[in-house]
């Protein structure tokens, strides 16, 4: 056997002898357990610094230092008795993973004794190598001075990985002259700018609030799993995290039965230790499934403040890799692991509130609610005038091969609203909203359920940007992406659009702000209308409507990045102080080089397995049928030539595949622009993949898609 078929083997062995390792599980008692958070500080702290405090964490007031010490202290007592020998600040560079460095509570006294302790310093600031992270220019190699800068919104807690336990302080990074290293930096930023014109927004209605907006998010994270038996056979799942080979199998997803179908056993355990992770966490996983593609499933957690939402997506993501490894699984977070079938993604559904009042919760006449019809052509205006930038902030490789198809909205930034709320729009472009379309009722056919009341708005997969009830479901972002930088685009555009508004609203005296409004919001519909569509976008006349309509089709990676150094979106984000101009400049220089490492990476990659992996082994195919061929005609038993032909045809791919392998080395040796190795990779592939349809199944060395799908 060779290397795949023993793997083959040995999974067979372990699914048949498989047990469950999951334990009973008290929710009520261990949800929140590894979080510092505000009932867990009230045991800890004492009354008027816990109160003083909770004016930071829940009115954003500013940060008192002097309670440093106290908190930290507490924070460590607490960690100790939580079985943390360690701290660590927790921060999101532009690698678009988390990064920590570890400390101990150790603190030697002299005499070969030692003491644990935890200073407020050590809890407010750290100072990680500023220059070893992507900067943009920011920061040189001898240049490398950075801090991290607690962030008391987001509650320290306990990461346990194989059994050790690290206290995590979540913070922000910045490099040592202030520029923004970091996501959550600009993250609170674009949330307070966007708090502070939604508050002088609704104020020109009469509402007052003391109280900040509250930005949410619910990140339905998409994944794949895979055994790790077949996933350390696949150089190309490894380094690039997703398949540079493979033929389509004859079943993949079109019959359609993965979906919300039946977990299976291993999965389902795998998911029910995920959960309780997170629930421990205090993360509110909710939702757990299969999803389109075999061997695809998704997590959805409840809404959450923006800020801790992010933060915990980044910890889902983490929780999901780490418990896969236990489980003799690998868990691929990539946006295209396999091509053919649906890729993952991570659908942003966001909203705003303040206090009990969701801006976005159009109530039961939408055409009544003049507060949600401001928030609306509000973000159709912002959604219209910064497309460009809503597609940056989804740019990167893994997206690339994901957008358009299968599920996943197009690269054409368009908003969906359904028909009722279209109605609504229709009817503002030609004057005053007089009436809206009733809802339907749902007839089901089963006497004994009630009816049922249908939404507002059917769901469209193809849209980027589609209304969804009460929130606005953002469907381009990439599985394996931050949510922040979805979030800093769209509340800072959001923010631009409640500021012009507003502005003009302030003007208006109280006889003359009905006409004034109304003309405002017809004015917006009547300039961006263009946004909306509520058809297919996967359909070619969708593009050449786009075309018509002036919508930007940014579809790769190079093109979408470039956005973010254009002169009047680097004056918008400078305008909010989100960003300043070397920041946005930085921030296309890191994500440029990221996506050109991995396509050098990818091309390089491709070129190395078909040369020593796939290669060597259609040689062997070849020498075999060689030598049954002749053993045949020295037996005058293929009388028909049909084996001949056969080697013929193999020999004519094999030729492909070198003169394609050789096509590509060249390109790589000369460094030819990226698009051109791309291409040239892709018919590489193309060879390669029928010649796995040809090679003797003993012989082919890669696991297949029929097996990396299908065996776990």
Known sequence: MNARTKALSKIADSVQNYKDFTKPYNIDAEYGTDVFGIKTMGDYLSKPIHRRLLDTIKRGAMLDRSLADDVAHAMKIWAMNRG???????????????????????????????????SGKNLIIGEPD?????????????????????????????????????????????????????????????????????????????????????????????????????????????????????????????????????????????????????????????????????????????????????????????????????????????????AGINGSGKHNN?????????????????????????????IIKAVDTHADLLRSATAGAGNDHRLGANEAPPAIISIFLGDQLSDIIDQLESGEAKHSKDKKVLKIGVDTMPPLDADVTDRNRTSPFAFTGNKFEFRAAGSSQSCASPNIVLNTIVAEAFDEIATKLEKLSPEKFHKGLQEILTDIVKKHKRIIFNGDGYKDAWKKEAKKRGLPNLSNTPQALRPLVEKKNIELFEKYGVFNASEMHSRYEVFIEEYTKKIQIETALALDISKTIILPAVVKYLGELSSSAAALAAAKADRNNSLSARIKYVSMLLSELCEANDALEILIKNGEPLQKRIDAMNKVREVADRLEQEVADELWPLPKYSELLFIY
């Open 84 to 118: 943390a020998t360690h701290y660590t600040h927790w921060f999101l560079p532009l690698t678009g993973s988390s990064a920590e460095k570890h400390d101990s509570f150790i603190d030697p006294e002299g005499d070969g004794e030692a003491i644990t302790r935890f």
């Open 350 to 378: 966001w909203s705003i509130s303040i206090g009990s009042r969701n801006l976005l919760n159009p109530g039961t006449n939408p055409h009544e609610n003049a507060i949600f019809l401001t928030t609306l052509c509000a």
């Open 130 to 338: 500023a220059s070893s992270f992507p900067s943009g220019g920011l920061r040189s190699t001898f240049e490398a001075r950075g801090y991290t800068a607690w962030d008391p919104t987001s509650p320290v807690f306990i990461k346990r990985i194989g059994g050790v336990a690290t206290l995590c302080i979540p913070t922000l990074f910045c490099s040592y002259t202030g520029e923004v290293l970091d996501k959550k930096t600009p993250l609170l930023r674009s949330i307070q700018v966007l708090s502070t014109q939604a508050k002088r927004l609704l104020k020109c209605f009469g509402i007052n609030s003391e109280e900040r907006a509250n930005v949410t998010l619910g990140a339905e994270q998409e994944y794949f799993l895979i055994d790790k038996n077949l996933y350390v056979l696949r150089p190309d799942l490894m380094q690039t995290g997703r398949t540079l080979f493979g033929a389509p199998p004859q079943k993949h997803q079109q019959l359609e039965d993965h979906y919300f179908g039946a977990i299976k056993p291993r999965i389902l355990n795998f998911m029910a230790d995920v959960d309780h992770e997170l629930w421990r966490l205090g993360i509110p996983a909710k939702t757990r499934h299969n999803e389109v593609a075999p061997a695809q499933f998704e997590i959805a957690p409840v809404f959450e403040e923006l800020n801790l939402a992010n933060d915990h997506n980044m910890m889902v993501m983490e929780v999901l890799r780490n418990t896969a490894e236990k489980h003799g699984l690998v868990c691929l977070l990539h946006e295209k692991p396999f």
